[in-house]
């Protein structure tokens, strides 16, 4: 059941429960317990999330007031390692910055969000029409995650031990605010396929929210999603790599990341939504050879047909990685002719992933 214009908002996450699942079994308290906690709080919400739409409980975000059209209009929350929110406001739009480092980079990465989508795509927030961005901070003890209840951001600050703040990231922060536009948009079903594709167009997006803030070419950029917060300890780069996926970290303790790059090693579980964060890896080794083959700034070309695809209207909610690829193609063919560098990239790319577009 969908609510508020067809819509339904689901309860995204950036790190997956898989490798929660891992940390939550170690033999060390310090490891398993911050992680079990974090499960059981994420799937109170999740619950609660399903429910509140089953039910018609969910009113949905307001966008009253509007932000102006040409700027953010930002709240900052801190929920003081508590669970209550949104908290108690601590930087509001137009404020300096506090002494508090969380604060202002949560602020900050909300406003790069809001740049990239603005400047690159004329999207104005992120349901396209002034949408205020609300984020909280310091939630809970110890909670390892970060997420996007359908109507606002919120922040963990780890357990120190594995990860640390979540803010850290400004990819992680415009991964999760992607998620919203996808809400708005194709609205893309949380499970299998279709849940992948979701978590990629977060990916994608949240990767060029960084390089475009960083000034980044697509040869420039790391492709790495969550490279800021893993601990000092950890034996890994990120949560995830775009350009080599499965090799964003091999640790004793969270152990090997299990992305695949094609389709010849699409993994099929139960877990995840049927995988969602697993085979994300896909669609996201697709757009990184797309980008890097094009050159030059990520988001004018790459992403400019991502975008393209994801709010044109014709990407269905429960779309295969076949028809997202042949929505890729369409796009590029329309924006930029026939015969191009733009057209060939896009195919050559889903033909290296194992994706059939024929």
Not at 161 to 177: A, C, K, P, Q, R
Not at 185 to 197: C, D, H, I, R, V
Not at 199 to 209: Q, T
């Amino acid at each position: 059941m969908t609510t508020n214009g067809g819509f339904e908002p689901v309860f995204c996450t950036v790190v997956p429960p898989h490798v929660l699942d891992k940390l939550a079994s170690n033999d060390d308290p310090a490891l398993s317990r911050p992680a079990q906690r974090t499960l059981l709080r994420d799937g109170e919400l999740r619950n609660r999330r399903r429910v509140g739409t089953e039910y018609g409980l969910w009113a949905g975000p307001t966008a009253i007031p509007k932000a102006p059209a040409d700027q953010p209009l930002r709240s900052i929350y801190d929920c003081g390692h508590g669970t209550d929110l949104p908290g108690t406001k601590v930087r509001s739009e137009g404020q300096d910055p506090g002494q508090d480092a969380t604060v202002n980079r949560a602020y900050s990465g909300l406003g790069a969000t809001f740049d990239l989508y603005l400047t690159a795509y004329a999207r104005h927030s992120i349901d396209g029409d002034g949408l205020p961005l609300d984020a909280s901070v310091h939630y809970d003890e110890g909670y390892n995650n970060a997420f996007w209840n359908g109507e606002q951001m919120v922040f963990g600050d780890g357990d120190g031990e594995i990860f640390v703040d979540f803010t850290n990231s400004v990819d992680v922060i415009g991964h999760e605010l992607t998620h919203g536009v996808t809400q708005y948009t194709a609205n893309l079903t949380y499970y299998g396929q279709p849940g992948a594709l979701n978590e990629s167009m977060s990916d994608v997006f949240g990767s060029l929210i960084k390089q475009y803030t960083l000034g980044q070419t697509a040869s420039e950029a790391d492709w790495l999603i969550g490279a800021g917060i893993l601990a000092p300890g950890v034996t890994g780069s990120a949560l995830r790599s775009m350009k080599a996926p499965g090799t964003a970290y091999d640790d004793d303790v969270l152990g090997k990341d299990p992305q695949p790059a094609t389709m010849d090693d699409y993994v099929r579980t139960g877990r995840d939504n049927g995988g969602v964060h697993i085979n994300s890896g896909i669609p996201n080794h697709a757009f990184y050879l797309v980008a890097t083959a094009l050159g030059g700034h990520a988001w004018e070309k790459a992403g400019q047909i991502w975008y393209d695809v994801l709010t044109g209207g014709k990407l269905g909610q429960r779309a295969l990685f076949t028809d997202f690829a042949k929505l890729t193609v369409k796009a590029a063919r329309a924006r930029f002719g026939d015969g191009g560098d733009e057209l060939r990239a896009v195919q050559k790319a889903w033909e290296q992933v194992g994706v059939r577009i024929l």
